[in-house]
């Protein structure tokens, strides 16, 4: 069996741009990459395996006590002092 292509991030939002693409992914417009069981891909590729998006990520073990908040993680931005006391952004 050969190793999975990787594609580069401009191939991959051109094919996501793609009337198509949410043919081939379970849930794209919720950002769920996974394709589909009955994507051409595994007819056209015998043997490709699909990435593994669930073993992909932080997980906690012996070296990560506890998973970052999303605040931590970057994913929400604090708000500012003035925000926090219901002053609106300039």
Known sequence: MEPN?????????HLLAT???AEVFVGMAKGDF????DAQVFKDL??????PFDKIG???DE???K????TEAGRIRPKSA???LGVPPL
């Open 67 to 70: 998973l970052p908040t999303d």
């Open 63 to 65: 070296y990560r006590r």
């Open 34 to 37: 996974r394709l589909k069981p």
């Open 5 to 13: 292509r990787i594609l580069s991030a401009g191939l991959i939002w």
């Open 82 to 84: 003035g925000e926090a």
């Open 19 to 21: 009337p198509w693409a």
């Open 46 to 51: 015998p043997g490709f395996q699909p990435i």
């Open 58 to 60: 932080l997980y906690v």
